[in-house]
């Protein structure tokens, strides 16, 4: 933590903003329905495109008819896929330090195939979305059904058709990582616990459906895209390289975005195919994806099969892990992050915050004709974290310890840093020890255990589980850039101070609800020493932010949040060199505190920033000889110690299992978590606990259905179940803070915790309360079907 | 088929005129459009915000003759003679301004987009509670929203901003009869 500053840390800095619960400033405007998401900029000359989906998994396209298309009221145009290719090339989502991983080109609209239930090939630009409906209707598709690999458990036997001939199998990706002595502690345990652990695909909901704006104004040569994304700059490369545009011809816009949750942070067919028809058509072309669509075509997530098993010491030491690791990622790898990333997480991250040395793990990555999965919040960690603590539960019971006893046991001590995982990752300093003792104490533990035994006599059976995780966050190249994509892990922030001494500032880093304008605005006020009412936020513009990666695994703050602090530090300096000059003061006698340059032992206001602004903007020459000062400073900021900073925490969860309907009801739930420093605990805590939400979702109901057939069965909100706010228990928000030395500010990231920590806390706590049923789950979603089949009730 | 669907055109436009947050609007709106579509297209309204157009995740909730309403339920048609009211209505009245000081204060929002419906939903609940004279506990507030989906924080901070809201109101009602 820095020491300068006139010889205060920012935390005691007089105007810091940081570590305090501000409201987010951009808040107001989305809470008064002023936001603009794609499908509120109005545009003249707008088309908007419906797409022709493939109804079937898999199947070739014998002929397409559009000339009544064509002819129907208000169609602008009817595109196939063979007349898009000709301006958007196809990729291919695989990365360089996944060996071995292999896709084959997908294009834009699909050419003479269908792969999956979905999977749009035709495209039809209307003067509106509903004439463009209608003319979908009209084109008359002609498909032989081919065989669709829908099973995961059978897309590697030898009569399973490889669904690209080229690449002969289905088999996508493999790695095998084995640690240690993983035979040896087996056969040497006292003793040993195993669980095949199903997790049901489910996708990320975004309210505000994928969207996207293309806006090609041929007179400018500029490709203009609205869209509703994490990653401009990653979007602005993307569309160079396919169109075949200069970097200059493409402007990516990103403002309010209505949720995204690593779903908007991947390439879709449809996205490019809008763009390409706005090249093509010369006029702007819009796609707003409706709900059906969202299910069918917005990445999917998890959808694993995982056998594993531990080994104990007869004291309750974890000895070894060992699993296998199963996943169908649809029939393409997605570009340009690759959907091998999930299986490698699994690897990394099981059996994490545990000192055990030996461990063994495969990940099959296999292609299925279902929706192509990727990246989705905590990516891979709610895998991990239920596999490990599930088998921790399953050890503790045979072992007859106590959870919490078994965990503190196991877990890393906390003095052991810095330290490496068993599966080779490297840590700074984690806070597994002093968070479990935070959480038993918050929790009320031995009293809940006291409840939950006399209500069990009573004939009602609640359960607590726990479960303790780490997270990876703030990445650095390692994740992407050192496999050639095109992803940048650096992030930039320019700082500008205006006449009347307010501030400009604009970030690569963006901005999807969690907060990071905020959080900027307050690094930024902090810094500078300027109010934080006197601060704006520009973020998710290509054009007028630094380049950087935007906002995903974790990274706003822990990065972006970084690069603003060091930009407002250099600003800082070059405000007090300028005055210095003016005052004929020493630059090291004065510092910048609420709005005025002030001495630095005293805070006797020397000048106020508007003056100082007057002067060096509007009477320049008054200024001493020689002196040029530079009210603009820029910052870039990407980690270099560490390939990621992780973080950890533990959750629990209270539950009530009704043993007749199969019914759970969360009773409570807690976290505690630490992400080092807290710039905003406002935010962290509905963070966490947002995330915590959507873990219960995979959890408990959230679940893509596909037939044996490849058919998905569910594609509304009516019958794909997202939490709703009744079946929610208010949740209890806790931080050990354990800052990283990787930056001044220590702030890790904090958006994925809650995620990867809540379906193992959930699932083990329905266990607790099943045990005295002899009946455990061990497939997600957790509905109340599968809780009866376990109860031997149906 | 094509001749079929032109005798029922969809696209058929009636006049409708009705109270559009305290202004008297008339519009054309086609017979097959949504009162939603109609709101955000003809009317500029986008705080309406579209999530699913199935009805269930309230995102473009608003209020109807004083009712909680889905925009995307109900056709543009049947505005016709009512009394129509969204969050840039209720905003400029300032009927749910301690409402939105409430959401902001407590971080109630992330993206936002479910916002201006969960808001509409919550000022009809309040509205409610004032006429019972009465507070809604925290699993009545949790129950009254359960129609409105928000995927971003863990609704906690929303029940807790409907929850002080009501305390505040109930508070100003006794405090004024006293």
């Not at chain 1, 022709?52 to 559009?66: D, K, N, Q, V, W």
């Not at chain 1, 963006?510 to 307050?522: D, K, N, R, Y």
């Not at chain 1, 998905?712 to 019958?719: H, K, R, V, W």
Request: one cysteine or more.
């Amino acid at each position: 933590m820095s020491a300068e500053m006139g010889g205060l840390t920012f935390l005691d800095r007089p105007n810091s903003y940081i570590g305090r619960s501000v409201p987010r400033p951009n808040a107001r405007r989305l809470l008064e329905g002023r936001g603009v998401y794609v499908d509120d900029v109005a545009v003249a000359r707008l088309g908007h495109v419906a797409y022709l989906r493939s109804p079937h998994a898999h199947a070739r396209i014998l002929s397409l008819e559009t000339a009544e298309a064509k002819a129907m009221p208000g169609v602008i145009a009817v595109v196939t896929g063979p007349e898009l290719a000709a301006i958007c090339t196809p990729w291919v989502g695989v990365l360089g330090h996944f060996k071995g991983l292999r896709s084959a080109p997908q294009h834009a609209l699909a050419i003479d195939r269908v792969t999956w239930v979905g999977e749009p090939f035709c495209a039809v630009v209307a003067r509106s979305r509903a004439e463009a409906e209608d003319a979908l209707a009209a084109i008359a598709v002609a498909f032989e059904p081919l065989p669709a690999v829908a099973d995961m458990e059978t897309a590697l036997d030898p009569d399973t058709p490889a669904i690209h001939a080229d690449l002969g199998d289905n088999l996508a990706f493999e790695r095998v990582l084995d640690v240690g002595e993983v035979d040896a502690a087996f056969r040497d345990a006292a003793v040993v616990v195993e669980e095949t652990f199903g997790f049901g695909r489910h996708t990320g909901v975004c309210l505000e459906p994928r969207a996207i704006l293309a806006d090609w104004a041929a007179a400018d040569g500029m490709l203009t895209v609205h869209h509703s994304f994490q990653a401009p700059h990653m979007m602005q490369d993307i569309l160079c390289k396919h169109l075949a545009l200069p970097e200059g011809a493409v402007r990516v816009i990103c403002k309010d975005v209505g949720g995204s949750f690593g779903i908007k942070v991947h390439i879709y067919p449809d996205e490019m195919a809008t763009c390409a028809l706005a090249l093509m058509l010369k006029r702007p072309v819009k796609f707003v994806a409706d709900r059906l669509e969202s299910f069918q075509s917005d990445i999917h997530a998890r959808d694993h099969r995982v056998s594993a098993r531990m080994a104990f010491s007869a004291e309750g030491d974890i000895l070894a892990i060992d699993m296998d690791d199963l996943t169908g990622i649809g029939p393409y790898s997605v570009y340009p992050r690759t959907s091998a990333v999930e299986a490698n997480q699994v690897v990394n991250l099981t059996g994490g915050p545990y000192k055990h040395q030996h461990y063994r793990a495969r990940a099959r990555v296999v292609l299925q004709n279902k929706a192509p999965t990727c990246q989705y919040r905590a990516v891979g960690h709610p895998i991990a974290t239920m596999v490990a603590e599930g088998l921790v539960d399953l050890g503790a019971e045979k072992l007859g310890l106590d959870p919490f006893g078994i965990r503190e046991r196991n877990v890393i001590p906390d003095d052991a840093y810095p330290c490496a995982g068993a599966s080779g990752i490297k840590l700074e300093k984690l806070s597994h020890q002093a968070a479990l003792a935070k959480l038993k104490q918050m929790m009320d533990y031995d009293a809940l255990r006291a409840e939950q035994a006399t209500l069990r006599e009573r004939g009602i059976h609640r359960g607590i589980g726990l479960a303790a995780f780490i997270e990876i966050t703030n990445p650095s190249a390692a994740f992407y850039g050192v496999g050639g994509a095109r992803i940048s892990s650096q992030d930039g922030c320019t700082i500008r101070l205006d006449p009347q001494g307010g501030i400009v500032a604009s970030v690569s880093v963006t901005e999807q609800g969690q907060g990071t304008e905020g959080i900027i605005a307050q690094i930024v006020a902090t810094a500078t020493g300027v109010p934080m009412d006197k601060v704006r936020v520009i973020s998710g513009d290509t054009q007028t932010t630094p380049y950087g990666g935007g906002t995903w695994a974790s990274r706003g703050a822990g990065i972006g949040g970084e690069a603003a602090w060091q930009a407002g530090k250099a600003l800082r300096a070059n405000v007090v060199a300028v005055a210095g000059a003016i005052l004929q003061a020493d630059p090291a006698s004065l510092d910048v505190r609420e709005g005025a340059v002030v001495d630095m032992q005293t805070g006797t206001e020397r000048m106020p920033l508007a003056e100082l602004g007057r002067i060096v903007y509007f009477r320049p020459d008054t200024l001493p000889p020689g002196v040029q000062p530079e009210f603009v400073a820029t910052r870039h900021y990407v980690p270099k110690d560490y390939p990621f900073a992780f973080t950890n925490g533990v959750q629990a969860s209270y539950v009530e299992v009704d043993v007749e309907t199969g019914f759970v009801r969360l009773l409570r739930h807690w976290c505690v978590e630490d992400c080092g420093t807290v710039l905003n605990p406002l935010l962290v805590d509905e963070q966490i606990r947002g995330g915590i939400v959507q873990g219960i979702g995979g959890a408990l109901f959230e679940h893509c259905l596909y037939d044996a057939q490849g058919q998905l069965l569910n594609g509304s909100m009516a019958d794909y179940l997202v939490p709703m706010a009744c079946e929610m228990p208010d949740i209890e928000v806790a931080h050990v803070v354990s800052a990283t030395a990787s930056s001044e500010l220590g702030a890790k990231g904090a958006g994925e915790a809650g995620t990867a920590g809540a379906p193992a806390a959930i699932v083990n706590a329905i266990n607790d309360a099943l045990r005295p049923h002899g009946a455990r789950v061990s497939r997600q979603p957790v509905t109340p079907d599968v809780v009866l089949e376990a109860l031997g009730l149906i | 088929m094509s001749e079929n669907r032109a005798s029922e055109n969809p696209d058929r436009e009636h006049a409708v005129a009705f109270t559009l947050n305290g202004e008297a609007v008339r519009a054309r709106v086609p017979a097959r459009m949504h009162l939603g579509d109609l709101l955000r297209g003809a009317f500029g309204l986008t705080g309406v915000h579209l999530g699913c157009e199935h009805g269930v995740c309230g995102a473009c909730t608003i209020l109807v003759d004083g009712r909680a309403v889905r925009a995307c339920l109900m056709l543009g048609v049947q505005a016709d003679g009512t009394r129509v009211e969204t969050v840039e209505g209720l905003t400029e009245s300032g009927r749910i301004r301690d409402l939105q000081d409430a959401f902001h204060t407590r971080n109630a929002l992330q993206c936002g987009y479910c916002t201006p419906g969960m808001l509409v939903t919550a000022a009809e609940l309040l509205a409610e509670g004032e006429e019972a004279g009465d507070v809604p506990s925290r699993d009545v507030i949790r129950a009254a929203i359960s129609g409105n989906y928000c995927r971003c924080t863990g609704y906690h901070a929303i029940v807790d901003a409907v929850a002080v809201t009501a305390q505040a109101r109930h508070a100003a009602r006794r405090e004024v009869a006293e």
